[in-house]
């Protein structure tokens, strides 16, 4: 299995843009999350989904952030427009059914110029 | 509030001396477990688990944790690091949600 995938795996654009990360979890597993991790805030749950439909998103920190999961194989998160406070590497992470551990991909490292 | 401290933010040791870091946690029912490793540059894997059992859990690369239930406590521990073990070491919670400290940077000098 080729894990999950994140991409793109860098991603600088300027504030006000819009930004989009995608996420392919692994094959069969029923849950997906995203996460957030910078020095200031360490590593934080922003959303996640079981069998497509969004679960919690507490965290997802303001209104110019998103996230879909359109089918079984596919998310994204948005963020619209971008600031340069958020600027953090994100992380997607999955897994098959409760009480397994996650499986996370490589993560896209954001900078908002 | 549920939260998860790790008590060192940066810990320095040289190679072959023995490692513990501290996790605690305030979720008051039934969770779950794990130690997560991020060693430069890479994405997060996971080190151990423990979900029920025996309280002295082993992972990968030598790491071990114990669980002790009455102290809220879920430190890891190796015997003698090496300096591969360079990384960032996250202590994780789960009970109706995911939550992760904030994170402790090992450095092990050769």
Known sequence: DAGVIQSPRHEVTEMGQEVTLRCKPISGHDYLFWYRQTMMRGLELLIYFNNNVPIDDSGMPEDRFSAKMPNASFSTLKIQPSEPRDSAVYFCASRDRANQPQHFGDGTRLSIL | ?110
């Not at chain 2, 029920?52 to 990968?60: A, Q, T």
């Not at chain 2, 009970?95 to 904030?102: E, I, L, V, W």
């Open chain 2, 1 to 110: 509030a549920q939260s998860v401290s790790q008590h060192n933010h940066h810990v320095i040791l040289s190679e072959a001396a023995s490692l513990e870091l501290g996790c605690n946690y305030s979720y008051g029912g039934t969770v779950n477990l794990f130690w997560y490793v991020q060693y430069p540059g890479q994405h997060l894997q996971l080190l151990l688990k423990y979900f029920s059992g025996d309280p002295l859990v082993k992972g990968i690369k030598g790491f071990e944790a114990e669980f002790i239930k009455s102290k809220f406590s879920f430190n890891l521990r190796k015997p003698s690091v090496q300096w591969s073990d360079t990384a960032e070491y996250f202590c994780a919670v789960r009970s109706y949600d995911m939550r992760f400290g904030a994170g402790t940077r090992l450095t092990v000098k050769p």
